[in-house]
T-cell receptor, first 115, second 115 residues
Framework: AQTVTQSQPEMSVQEAETVTLSCTYD???????LFWYKQPPSRQMILVIR??????QNATENRFSVNFQKAAKSFSLKISDSQLGDAAMYFC????????????FGTGTRLTIIP | GAVVSQHPSRVICKSGTSVKIECRSL??????MFWYRQFPKQSLMLMAT?????????EQGVEKDKFLINHASLTLSTLTVTSAHPEDSSFYIC???????????FGPGTRLTVL
């Protein structure tokens, strides 16, 4: 069974600084997708970034980028120029590429932005 | 973009009554919808997967007679909590996807409080 591990329950960063959230996963599949979701206090799940496992290039979305290490099964999220609005729970998630399969979520990392 | 709505956003009910939560995909066909439960400061816990026109697949430990799921159309799934009790109080989130999309779109969630 696939598992997703987020080893940092809480992280904090000074506003405008950079922070990296860690995620590791375990799978025997070679083709899959990885996601980072943000859940602010409103509790609406917001997709931050996605990575297809077959792509070697790390995904980027403005201030958000990932470091995808397929062999190490690692998928960290880097947030640059942190802003107060980045404060949220961040969940790493995995899904296989076999159709409408269920997401496997990590336990989450609560990110606090220090003004 | 893909929008998923949930109704109601908040509901308070008395113990022993039933509550229905709706999940709608507003601008796409949702061949599969997922229902999650989230306790405070925890990750999302998948309750069941529903495919349009067929019976839902429940995760281990989820009582299918208590949490009735219906996915009668490509845009609507409902979760009915039958004979609700205080321990059913939680935040319920749905998500929806379509074949080949490999991404889930989340609703804003429903906060259920059972008195």
């Amino acid at each position: 069974a696939q598992t997703v591990t987020q080893s940092q329950p809480e992280m904090s960063v000074q506003e405008a600084e950079t922070v990296t959230l860690s995620c590791t996963y375990d799978t025997s599949e070679s083709d899959y997708y990885l996601f980072w979701y943000k859940q602010p206090p409103s509790r609406q799940m917001i997709l931050v970034i996605r990575q297809e496992a077959y792509k070697q290039q790390n995904a980027t979305e403005n201030r958000f980028s990932v470091n995808f290490q397929k062999a190490a099964k690692s998928f960290s999220l880097k947030i640059s120029d942190s802003q107060l609005g980045d404060a949220a729970m961040y969940f790493c998630a995995y899904v296989t590429n076999f159709g409408n399969e269920k997401l496997t979520f990590g336990t989450g990392t609560r990110l606090t932005i220090i003004p | 973009g893909a929008v998923v709505s949930q109704h109601p956003s908040r509901v308070i009910c008395k113990s022993g009554t039933s509550v229905k939560i709706e999940c709608r995909s507003l601008d796409f066909q949702a061949t599969t919808m997922f229902w999650y439960r989230q306790f405070p400061k925890q990750s999302l816990m998948l309750m069941a997967t529903s495919n349009e026109g067929s019976k839902a697949t429940y995760e281990q430990g989820v009582e299918k007679d208590k949490f009735l799921i219906n996915h009668a159309s490509l845009t609507l799934s409902t979760l009915t909590v039958t004979s609700a009790h205080p321990e059913d109080s939680s935040f319920y989130i749905c998500s929806a996807t379509d074949w080949g999309v490999n991404e889930q779109f989340f609703g804003p969630g429903t906060r259920l409080t059972v008195l």
